[in-house]
């Protein structure tokens, strides 16, 4: 039988004076000390998340519970929801895609349930039914899901947050066409969530930027956010144990390359891409450096002369996939399975391919677009 359980926060959480640490139950060890060291140099009223960290250790993002109130507003507001609504909660707590729904419920008055067992599409959807759910978070892989199963969205839900990932036009096209309403929205761990989400009114205009936020883009094209809902700063731990502060400041640069458009009084956000070495898999921000460098030290101790290359390709469900291009040698298969073996499910290779020879650029570095051409359309 399907199991629905009620999300029941301790009412005072959002005003008492404690930490909340929002532990991985998969990696329970990664916040090992971060209690302590929190309360050692007297932060209150904050919540930690962890983030991708780009040298392997963990790295946490600290928010104040008050960001979770301001950003849950701004939402309620956008999509108009109130005490009538029941939100269905699908993505996992110690994410903020899943932990922020309980600050925006609290506001608004929404029932609130949870789906959190072992994601399955049909069982996703007997729980929207007998929840009669009309809000719910997903990720562009649950959608992609429901869309493989062909399930028809239950008649109560009017609005299906998708976030973690861009969600690609066919995928939303086929979402909709089933009766889904989906809305594409941006935001990350830093900003408590949302930073621009589309309007139910409006599925097929891009993401509104939401109230709360200001938003510019650099000189590279990046995007820049300010706001009260913006994390305080990073924590990282030590290497030789303990734990590092790193305030973020006022404002915030994204790895992201958006597209602004002022319009009245709304800005308007387009994502066009991730600044160069950072990728999205299933809805996890990973980056390839130290995954490539790992990769390198590999091929060294396998006498491969030219290191193979680490290649990010789109892909449906996991919105990218990882592929290892390497030039003919008798160590490749080896190498593809001491990589594997050395680094967590999410970041290993999928397959291995073999070049007649890795292209470079003038400069020296792999030519990524020439070598993905290649391996997508034979050269």
């Known amino acids: 039988a399907m199991r629905i359980s009620r999300l ?93 729904i309980q600050a925006r419920a609290m506001l608004s008055g929404a029932r609130i349930v949870s789906h959190l067992d072992r994601w399955q599409p049909e069982s996703f959807y007997q729980a929207c039914m007998d ?101 305080l700063g990073y924590v990282t731990q030590a290497p030789h144990k303990g734990w590092l502060w790193h305030p973020i400041g006022p404002e915030l640069v994204t790895r992201d390359i958006v597209a602004l458009n002022q319009d009245k009084d709304r800005c308007w956000l387009e994502f066009i891409g991730r600044e160069i070495g950072f990728v999205k898999i299933l809805g996890e921000l990973v980056h390839l450096a130290p995954l490539q460098s790992k990769l390198n030290d590999l091929a060294l101790v396998l006498n491969m002369p030219t290191p193979p290359v680490l290649v990010p390709l789109p892909d449906n469900r996991r919105e990218t996939k990882l592929l290892l291009a390497a030039e003919l040698h008798p160590n490749a298969d080896k190498l593809l399975h001491m990589y594997n073996q050395a680094v967590e499910p999410l970041h290993q290779v999928s397959d291995l391919r073999t070049v007649s020879a890795i292209p470079y650029t003038a400069l020296g570095k792999v030519d990524l677009i020439a070598l993905i051409k290649e391996l997508t359309t034979g050269g």
Not at 69 to 82: K, M, P, Q, Y
């Open 131 to 231: 929840s009669r759910a009309t809000l719910v978070s997903l990720v562009p892989t649950q959608v992609h899901d429901l869309v493989h199963a062909a399930l028809r969205s239950p008649p109560s839900l009017r609005a299906v947050i998708v976030g973690g990932g861009s969600m690609s036009l066919e995928l939303a096209t086929a979402a909709r066409s089933l009766g889904w309403p989906v809305l594409q929205s941006y935001g990350m761990t830093e900003a408590a969530s949302q930073i621009a989400t589309q309007l139910p009114h409006a599925p097929h205009r891009p993401m509104a930027v939401l109230p709360h936020w200001q938003t510019r883009l650099d000189e590279k094209g990046r995007l820049v956010i300010r706001g009260p809902a913006l994390a």
């Open 8 to 100: 029941m926060p301790a009412a005072d959480f959002w005003n008492d004076e404690s930490c909340h640490i929002a532990r991985d139950p998969k990696r329970p060890e990664n916040a090992s000390g971060l209690e302590e060291w929190a309360a050692g140099i007297g932060m209150k009223k904050v919540c930690f998340f962890q983030t991708s960290g780009s040298e392997g250790r963990p790295k946490w993002v600290c928010l104040e519970k008050q960001a979770f109130l301001i950003s849950g507003e701004a939402v309620n507001r956008h999509l108009a929801s109130d005490k009538s609504d029941c939100w269905l909660v699908a993505l996992p707590q110690h994410h903020v895609g899943g932990f922020a």
